[in-house]
């Protein structure tokens, strides 16, 4: 019974959805309050049958009721808990009942928190936003149904694809999805601007800290896809220009683009028209990321082509939001109102350059995922672009970002001083050539433009603070006046500096886990021993371990550096039984910011043991930086002031210059 | 199911409530849409004197944003005649009501009746566990087991249980993991030994492997010897290529085994299949190719047996030799010919009391008694 009132809470959701995309835009345009009020008890209502259904799914899948069809095909009754839990969205059905679950729930927030959204722009907005749910809900009740039933049951299931069955799995695609979802907002303001042909002033407030929200979730979870597959797939590597990781990283771009413009337009009521562009195409590359991961394109385009239902409902969800958006802002962007006027050496215009290189280098992977798939459909001829075309296309293309990425905080709005602006950061650039000529001095090996890296990624982390510096005229005014300064600073100038430091963080990590990984991959007897990177790893033997649902072929390995034993790696390979898939474990000692990583390949006849040993210099940093990244953006997030931009002087009075008395 | 209708009718109830009772609600006259602006400028200005206040911006620069700000809410404010929103209309209203009210129900129901399995009752694993047992249903049975060995995994009962049944159902791996349970918990007999190392006998797909020998092995050790292990070290004798091994093992169980035990046919046809295999070395070549078939193979052991026969009888002898020839005429089915070289035998070694016992026993254990014993 539960399952069947989760179902029919999900059609009720449709007709609730149906509903709300239509009475409050009839209320918007015929101007009735009342009906423009029905918008919010829709949303919420709609949030809390589809809450329903997903718990009655849940509820399935923890109890193992193996009479739901989706938990035949992705559950196992002996399965470990949170894994019968995360098992609800590791497949295709449930994955997207939780991107609705996630969708209604930001519907749900801007009707209970939206009070002072003028009572049009609200309605709007949640009818647009039901719209994108109307069209999710029919997908999922039409096409991937995860309340299809068996009769009669199975006994068991057929298990979670064991790649999933990770802790991973549970966080990483919540967090994903809350950035993608969270860009609908976005959209659904956009749309919304386009209806009334106006942007209000609580618009671009508004806007920002949804964008803000949704960015910093899609940090995190990229993040923690790169090191899920990391750890996961056993190869040491932690970006794989997969077309999978390129979905998550189109949005981040244009979602970054749109976060640096609408700051411009929510200072400065610049920059309107393009920031609408910006919000539309951030979602329709969140809608592309879900659907190419989603619907099996990205394995093959005819896998593609063999559940055609599904296929042609994904092209047009996307051709209708995607088309829809762009037509209606071909029609409405003239009518807007541009806003005020500024010099190409400004905030503004820093801010500008960072969206025109962000947007370009989204483009290249756009190009560079989806042009073989294009390729392949059109013509059968199969084509791989690898990471040299991203290596050559990407990379160039973010440089520039990196290196004005110091600059703009330091640039006044309007009209700004690059001079004044490069003198803050005489200290940065300092440390950065330091840096290079260090490492470029001491270390040997790794590509010739390595140390240049380094510096360029020292330069933004330190370059980043300079503002704050300059703010609290630290190392200028008493040390007293400086805290008194930092604390009086707004945390959305702390934030900005934390993600831009973070960058660099990332930066930095990349670069020295790339230039000056080493690896081995040995063959060893138990008893004997491997050298990298300075350490013994010594081979204690093969034992054999059983889990809940695998057993486990582990090798001990002890590393000693001097002769003393500094960690203990345990890399394995476990069968899982119901699938009966071998899947390798890899087991990772940390140093500092560096990481030792240990994965089995295969144990052979003649008693030795394959082993792949990876030295990762610095390679935490990548995720670190990431999660700086993040922190930023919620510091920002925290400043609730009101923005103003107010332009600042470009010659500014002597005294703060004079010596302390 | 009269819980499913009902939970159905309370969400479809509570959906239509929430559309009536938000258009019944009283509202107070819209507001200017433009006043939202307007109140944001507003706050813009009240913020521009706090930060000027806390020194966050020197006075020129409050001044000057102050004015931009200025400049937007005296827009805004234009904007704001053209604004009003239209007084609420009943008609619309009643418009949405019924839309609400029928709509609703007739999306949802609709939708639910193409889609839904409403006479589908859930079956958590757990429940159905509880339910009369299908005898049926190995699976079902095995999956009960299963599910009271997670709870209780020291049950060594269960698991002596279990043990044969996987093996039946040909998971051996999990039968060996089950005996060697029952071993731990319940303690080693004969019998578990042996029943271990047939499941990992199966396991390795009928290779006696070094851990199914290890439990042949104990099976074998005390007072009362386990028939099948020993069976199975004939095997692994066999296996190895030491047949005269595989043999004598074969022939004492044979020897030891009373009258009328249940296993002789077992050992007969073991003996037989032993017999078959051609001992090593293995033929190569042409003359593998002449052994093709069974018959072909039987004919080619005769003839290797009839060989004997004619050395032992022209040239005679020691006793090992006599008593394979024997064994092995028996085991070939010419019984006649088997105690032919018996009595042979006997005649050779008539002043050797050892050699006449151990002759007697052959002819007892190869059921050849009955003449001249």
């Keep these: 019974m539960i399952a069947e009132a989760g179902h029919y809470a999900l059609v ?20 009735d309050a009342a009906l423009m009020g029905l918008g919010s008890p829709l949303a919420v209502a709609q949030f809390v049958l589809v809450a329903i259904s997903f718990a009655a799914l849940t509820h399935a899948y923890v109890t193992s009721d193996f009479s739901v069809l989706n938990v035949v095909e992705n559950s196992h009754s002996a399965k470990p808990l949170i894994y019968k839990i995360s098992g609800v969205w590791g497949n295709h059905e449930g994955s997207l009942l939780l991107w609705v679950l996630i969708l ?23 009818a647009v936003q039901a719209m994108i749910s109307v069209a999710f809900l029919l997908f999922v009740l039409v096409t991937s149904n995860p309340f299809r039933r068996v009769w009669p049951a199975p006994l068991e299931g057929q298990d979670l694809n064991p790649l999933l069955q990770d802790p991973g799995l549970a966080i ?53 896809g790169s090191y899920w597959a990391y750890y996961e797939l056993g190869w040491g590597g932690f970006w794989f220009w997969d077309p999978v990781e390129n979905a998550s990283l189109m949005p981040w771009l244009s979602g970054t683009a749109l976060l640096h413009s609408a700051v411009v337009m929510e200072k400065r009521e610049a920059l309107k028209v393009w920031t609408i562009l910006l919000a539309l195409l951030t979602f329709a590359l969140s809608l592309l990321g879900t659907f190419l991961v989603r619907s099996g394109v990205l394995t093959s385009v005819h896998a593609f082509a063999v559940d055609p239902a599904r296929g042609v409902a994904i092209l047009l969800i996307l051709s209708v939001f995607v088309g829809g958006s762009l037509t209606l802002y071909a029609f409405r962007a003239p009518v807007l109102k541009q806003g005020g006027l500024f010099a190409p050496v400004s905030r503004e215009g820093a801010l500008v350059m960072n969206n025109i290189f962000l947007t370009a280098a989204c483009a290249a992977v756009f190009i560079g995922t989806l042009y073989p798939l294009a390729l392949e459909a059109f013509t059968g001829e199969k084509i791989s672009v690898g990471p040299p075309f991203f290596n050559m296309t990407f990379g160039p293309i973010m440089l520039p970002v990196l290196m004005v990425m110091p600059f703009a905080p330091l640039l006044a709005w ?24 260090l490492v470029a001095g001491f270390l040997r090996g790794g590509p010739t433009l390595a140390p240049l890296g380094v510096g360029v990624a020292l330069f933004a982390m330190v370059g980043a603070f300079a503002e704050i510096q300059e703010r609290t005229k630290l190392f200028r005014a008493p040390l007293a006046e400086s805290l008194r300064r930092a604390r009086g600073l707004p945390s959305s100038a702390w934030g900005a500096a934390l993600a831009h430091a973070g960058v660099g963080v990332t930066l930095l990590g990349i670069v020295a886990a790339t230039a000056w990984s080493s690896e081995s991959i040995v063959a060893l007897k138990p008893g004997e021993t491997a050298k990298l990177a300075g350490m013994e790893l010594t081979f204690d033997g093969v034992s054999q371990r059983k889990g809940p649902n695998y057993r486990s072929t582990i090798a001990a390995l002890t590393v000693r550096e001097d002769g003393k034993v500094i960690a203990t790696l345990e890399p394995g390979r476990r069968l899982y039984l119901a699938r009966n898939m071998d899947l390798s474990e890899s087991s990772i000692a940390t140093f500092g910011f560096s990481q ?6 295969e144990e052979r006849d003649d008693g030795q043991t394959g082993l792949r040993l990876h030295y990762k210099p610095l ?42 008395e | 199911m009269t819980a499913l209708w009902l939970t159905v009718a309370l969400m479809t109830g509570a959906a239509v409530f929430v559309v009536l009772g938000s258009l019944a609600r009283r509202r107070e006259v819209p507001a200017d849409a433009a006043e939202a602006d307007v109140a944001v400028y507003r706050d813009q200005i009240d913020e521009i004197a706090r930060d000027r206040a806390r020194g966050l911006i020197d006075e020129r620069d409050a001044d000057s944003a102050r004015v931009e700000v200025a400049r937007r809410l005296i827009a805004a404010s234009d904007r704001g005649g053209l604004e009003a929103e ?139 010897p386990s028939i099948k292990g020993s069976l199975y070290l004939a095997r692994a004798a066999q296996q190895d290529g030491d047949l005269p091994a595989a043999l004598a ?31 090593l070395p293995l033929p190569t070549g042409a003359e593998a190719e002449a052994l093709k078939t069974p018959e072909q193979r039987m004919a080619k052991v005769r003839e290797m047996v009839d060989a004997l026969g004619d050395r032992l009888a022209g040239e005679g002898g020691d006793l090992g030799e006599w008593l394979r020839l024997a064994r092995a005429r028996a085991v070939l089915g010419d019984t006649d010919k088997a105690r032919a070289a018996i009595e042979q035998a006997r005649a050779k070694f008539s002043g050797d009391g050892r050699a006449a016992a151990r002759l007697d026993a052959l002819a007892l254990g190869l059921g050849l008694e009955g003449r001249g014993a």
């Design chain 1, 12 to 31: 009720l959701a449709l007709a609730v959805a149906l509903l709300q995309a239509a009475l409050p835009l009839w209320g918007a345009r015929a101007r």
């Design chain 1, 104 to 126: 209604v729930l930001f519907g749900a927030l801007v009707a209970l928190f939206g009070r002072n959204l003028p009572l049009r722009l609200k309605a709007d907005v949640l």
């Design chain 1, 172 to 224: 990483h695609p919540p967090l994903l999805y809350i950035g993608y979802v969270g860009f609908s907002m976005a959209f659904s303001f956009a749309v919304a601007a386009l209806l009334e042909g106006r942007v209000d002033a609580a618009w671009a407030r508004w806007v920002r800290p949804w964008t803000l929200t949704a960015w910093l979730f899609l940090t995190l979870g990229i993040a923690m």
């Design chain 1, 414 to 437: 309007k009209r700004g001083d690059a001079l004044r602006a490069a003198q803050g950061l005489t200290f940065a650039f300092g440390v950065a050539i330091l840096g290079t000529a």
């Design chain 1, 596 to 601: 030792l990583y240990a994965s089995m390949a």
């Design chain 1, 619 to 660: 390679v935490v940093l990548i995720w670190l930086g990431s999660v700086i990244m993040s922190l930023g953006g919620l510091l920002s997030l925290a400043d609730r002031r009101l923005r103003v931009g107010a332009p600042r002087k470009a010659a500014r009075p002597a005294p703060a210059l004079q010596p302390a």
């Design chain 2, 86 to 224: 239209a007084a609420p209309s009943v008609r619309r209203r009643r418009a949405a009501a019924v839309i609400a009210l029928v709509g609703l129900p007739l999306v949802s129901l609709g939708g639910y009746a193409v889609l839904g399995s409403p006479g589908v009752p859930d079956q958590p694993l757990a429940a159905r566990a509880k339910q009369a047992p299908d005898v049926s249903r190995v699976a079902d049975m095995v999956s009960r087991v299963e599910a009271a060995l997670a709870k209780n995994p020291d049950d060594g009962r269960g698991w002596e249980v279990i043990a044969p049944i996987y093996l039946g159902m040909g998971r051996a791996d999990d039968a060996a993991g089950a005996y060697r349970n029952v071993i731990r918990l319940l303690g080693s007999t004969p019998d578990r030994q042996a029943n271990l190392g047939e499941a990992l006998f199966a396991a390795a797909e009928g290779v006696v492997t070094q851990d199914a020998r290890i439990a042949f092995e104990r099976s074998v050790e005390g007072d009362a």
């Design chain 2, 249 to 279: 093992r074969l022939k004492t169980l044979m020897e030891r085994a009373p009258k009328d035990a249940p296993y002789l046919g077992a050992l007969k046809d073991e003996l037989q299949r032993m017999a078959e295999v051609p001992p």
